[in-house]
Nanobody, 122 residues
Framework: QVQLVESGGGLVQAGGSLRLSCATSGRTFTWYNIAWFRQAPGKEREFVAAIRWNGDNINYADSVKGRFTISRDNAKNMVYLQMNSLSPEDTAVYYC???????????????WGQGTQVTVSS
């Protein structure tokens, strides 16, 4: 099992940057693939970015390609989402999620954090 806690959200003006962090617990963290999702009020939760357990396979939603960067530090049990060139459309609650490396890439994530609010003003 893995516990996830997001942090780093806040209020930023359009064009600004934020870095979100996902702190994880458990000595088996290395063996989990991690993803970031986001959900705006009244909208469905959407995929943002994902990173494989060893960091060699990374995927981004088209809406954030070239602006966001996902990374992880397994030694520190941390995952990060660097967000640049933010726009009001990026306003949402951001969640990190984890799933065991034993599951297929297309399978559902089974561990979720509580989320951190990101608000981008225009």
């Amino acid at each position: 099992q893995v516990q996830l806690v997001e942090s780093g959200g806040g209020l930023v003006q359009a064009g600004g940057s934020l870095r979100l962090s996902c702190a994880t617990s458990g000595r088996t963290f290395t063996w989990y693939n991690i993803a970031w999702f986001r959900q705006a009020p009244g909208k469905e939760r959407e995929f943002v970015a994902a990173i494989r357990w060893n960091g060699d396979n990374i995927n981004y939603a088209d809406s954030v390609k070239g602006r966001f960067t996902i990374s992880r530090d397994n030694a520190k049990n941390m995952v990060y989402l660097q967000m640049n060139s933010l726009s009001p459309e990026d306003t949402a609650v951001y969640y990190c999620a984890a799933k065991s490396v034993l599951k297929s890439p297309g399978s559902e994530y089974d561990y979720w954090g509580q989320g951190t609010q990101v608000t981008v003003s225009s």
